[in-house]
């Protein structure tokens, strides 16, 4: 389908122990109303308790947003029809300024004493990440230049580059990114992963500048995809869901779990 056609709903699902999940919710795309879906963003407050659930896609005025649903007590309640756009693109200073067209696939963490938020922007055709800081989740404010992407196209990944997760370490969080490379096959899905590491949330030191972490072990003729993945801890471990291309260029969702 055509871009912003793709997703028509969003799922929410529970799981007790991370490898059996059954479904709790479901937002059709009709009932919010929106054209379509791409990457959400679901996470808990540390004060409150509720729950937040973010997505993205063409709002009312077909202008790529991150939308909010209102909070709630528990996964299986997000009302569709409260919906509301809480980051969209900046009113360029000049006419003839470059600068972000729309924005989209939020990945948010709240550290450091406030909500961060990672994004794609997509500008001049391309795909860059952007920061956006918050107090309280909801008025969101570009850090640093808006119309200037965090990390830059280089390398392995110089078609583009996307945020996908943030891992606190202790000292720092690592910065799982992900690309694709111009001569790649259809480089807007044949895309994998790469790591960076921060101190302060915002300057982002890559690790794997050469060559990716992350490829599908079981790649078809023409696709090695593993992207958008989601890190989290669970105790000792460190697990990642990630979507990977199969040998019959289908995709499906695996966990991979790594111990400290």
């Known amino acids: 389908g055509d871009r912003g056609l793709r997703g028509y709903e969003l799922r929410i699902l529970r799981s007790e122990d991370g490898t059996k999940f059954e479904e709790v919710l479901k937002i059709p795309r ?8 791409e990457r959400p963003a679901l996470l808990q407050d540390p004060v409150t308790g509720k729950f937040k659930l973010y997505a993205c896609g063409p709002w009312k005025d077909g202008v790529w947003s991150i939308i909010k649903f209102a909070d709630v007590d528990s996964p299986a309640e997000f009302d569709p029809a409260s919906a509301y756009p809480v980051i969209s693109p900046p009113a360029k200073r000049y006419e003839r ?106 300057r982002i030191i890559d690790l794997t500048p050469e060559a990716p972490l992350a490829v599908s072990s079981t ?16 105790g000792e471990e460190l697990w990642a869901y990630a979507e990977v291309a199969k ?11 790594m111990r400290r």
């Open 97 to 202: 300024d470059i600068a972000p067209l729309g924005y989209k696939d939020p990945v948010i963490i709240h550290a450091e004493g406030a909500y961060h938020c990672y994004v794609i922007g997509y500008i001049r055709q391309n795909e860059r990440i952007f920061h956006f800081r918050s107090e309280d989740a909801e008025k969101w404010e570009a850090v640093g230049d808006p119309y200037e992407g965090i990390m830059p196209l280089a390398g392995w990944n110089e078609f583009f580059v996307r945020p996908s997760s943030v891992i606190p370490v202790g000292l720092g969080y690592l910065f799982v990114y992900e690309g694709s490379k111009t001569s790649w096959f259809d480089p807007v899905y044949n895309v994998v992963t790469g790591l960076g590491y921060t101190f302060d949330l915002h």
């Open 219 to 234: 790649p078809s003729e023409h696709f090695a995809t593993w992207r958008y993945s989601s890190w989290l801890w669970v």
């Open 30 to 37: 009709e009932s919010v109303p929106i054209p379509g879906f």
């Open 247 to 257: 040998p019959n260029e289908s995709h499906e969702i695996r966990l991979f779990r």
